[in-house]
């Protein structure tokens, strides 16, 4: 951190969770896929078993249904990573009085989100933390005339200590309250 500058990146769709289901889609995907396909050309294409001999109306109708579908979601997994969506960055500048967010999405036209604001136009940091099924952990920057923007991850929750340390910093460094908490 730079005495002027406060930069906090976001870690977007490349997690290690998924990672690991756009691996486990995909060899499962594969694996149904290659049973269903088995039961339709009567020849085993599977090292682990051999389903050549189940009948292709409706076993084999379904095994490969079954495998196209996980095949498509490890393929749509396996692109939201390269393409990096919800990862970005905060970046706080005194020098020229902006705060910035930045957020990757799908291709296309707005493929980059980017929002600009003067810091003198930031009120406060909340703090919103929900507990129970579906738990809700996010830091927010309050600004004048603008809706509150999140300034945390997407995904699993951060933990309470962790949002905490992050707030007050981030408020320390804007100097301006942090409501919340």
Known sequence: MNSTVLRQ????????S?????????????????????SYFKI?????????????????????FYGVAGSLLSLYLWLVI????????????????????????????????????????IQSIKAEIREGL????????CASKRRDIPLTRVGEP???SELENQGAELARFLEVPLEGL
């Open 9 to 16: 990146n976001i870690v977007g769709s490349r997690r290690f």
């Open 18 to 38: 998924n990672y690991l289901w756009a691996v486990v889609s995909l060899l499962g995907g594969l694996g149904f896929l290659l049973a269903g396909l088995s």
């Open 44 to 64: 085993n294409l599977l090292v682990v078993s051999d389903p050549s001999s189940l009948q292709f109306i409706p076993q084999g109708v379904a095994l490969t």
């Open 82 to 121: 390269w393409w990096d969506v919800g990862g970005g960055y905060n970046e706080f500048n005194k020098d020229t009085g902006i705060a910035k967010v930045f957020r990757q999405g799908f291709p296309g036209k707005n493929r980059h989100l980017e929002v600009d604001i003067s810091l003198e136009d």
């Open 134 to 141: 579906n738990p809700k952990r996010v830091l927010y920057l």
């Open 158 to 160: 951060i933990a309470i």
